[in-house]
């Protein structure tokens, strides 16, 4: 297996990417095709990794047509060689909007899906994965790309997460049916006449982390939204109960004799160790890594491109779709 990553456009710089690379490619059998500048390239070496210097980098100023402005671009590069069968996936930290413009101008949407949609599984309360799209991949949505995510949802679930008949949910601002906007009120009604889709009725922003569905659909505007506040009450929330151990000396004692369930209970929360998103609806696997992503969390988002490489998630979606 071959997987391309673009190490340039993120947050930390292209050798903090680099390392999840190196360890990548050190602990698991597979190549991987890395692109960026020549300078940054250098700083790595492995008989696995092969290494394709580009020259320009996509941001997020740049418009749709840079993709086809800008061929040499790292991002635009990878996918390109991707669709060309050099690649079996894509990695990159960069610009969402410009892999968005990416993806969709070079990988083609998959016949039947009009828009691509940002999908992560997510920790929940009960221990197991909520699969939650769009996370933001959309401004705005028609509840025909409702029915359509949850669709993609639906098949994600069931092939990667082996889940027969995966329960589905509609992010709302409440559970009845007529709440909402008109997209949500309609998005309702076309769901429940989905037969092949277990559309179980609408969700508060209160259970997102409750695992009361298995697929969690919202229009990009929402979903961003609810991802956003999820991470940084999660943030909120550590820290808070670090300033609380501190309080006296007993309130420390407490957390000693607690801290290694308070590890686990932060590691299960952490953004970092579930990878990053898959940009689905596309005809190939592209993986969005979180702008600020580290070495760690770099790392799993290349281990969820193995992971979804490996079980065939795109073809199986096809499948699914028809």
């Known amino acids: 297996m071959k997987i391309g990553v673009d190490v340039m456009g993120s947050d930390l710089g292209p050798k903090e990417l680099l390392k999840s690379c190196l360890r990548f490619v050190n602990e698991n059998d597979v190549q991987l095709v890395i692109y960026g500048n020549q300078e940054d390239l250098d700083f790595i070496d492995h008989p696995r990794i092969t290494k394709i210097p580009t020259t320009y980098v996509l941001t997020m100023d740049d418009g749709p047509l840079a993709v086809k402005r800008h061929p040499n671009a790292s991002m635009v590069k990878a996918i390109t060689d991707c669709v060309a069968g050099e690649n079996d996936a894509v990695v990159s930290a960069g610009s969402s909007a410009a892999l968005l413009s990416c993806g969709v101008m070079i990988s083609k949407m998959i016949p039947g899906i009009e828009r691509p949609a940002f999908l992560a599984a997510i920790p929940n309360t009960i221990g197991t994965s909520t699969v939650l799209l ?5 401004s705005e949505n028609s509840s025909d790309h409702l029915c359509q995510f949850a669709v993609l949802g639906h098949a994600f679930a069931q092939t990667t997460m082996n889940i027969e008949r995966p329960t589905v949910g509609l992010l709302n601002i409440g559970t009845e049916d007529k709440k909402g906007d008109l997209v949500h009120k309609d998005a309702v009604v076309k769901l429940r ?11 508060e922003g209160r259970d997102v982390l409750n695992g009361v569905v298995d697929v969690l659909v919202a229009d990009g505007f929402s979903g961003n939204i609810a991802l ?9 929330f550590n820290q ?8 006296n000396r007993l309130t420390m004692i407490g957390g000693y004799l607690i801290k290694e369930e308070l590890t686990k209970m932060k ?16 005809n190939h696997v592209i993986i969005k890594a979180h702008g600020s992503s580290n070495e760690e969390a770099f790392y799993n988002a290349i281990r969820q491109a193995h992971k979804l490489v490996s079980g065939n998630v795109v073809d199986k979606i096809k499948r699914d779709l028809l």
């Open 134 to 138: 769009d996370m933001g991949a959309n």
């Open 267 to 282: 590691d299960k929360m952490n953004y970092q160790k579930y990878g990053g998103a898959l940009l689905a609806g596309l």
């Open 240 to 247: 808070m109960i670090k300033e609380v151990i501190k309080t």
């Open 228 to 236: 956003k506040t999820v991470e940084g009450t999660v943030v909120a």
């Open 193 to 203: 006449a989905m037969e092949k889709i277990n559309f179980t009725g609408n969700i």
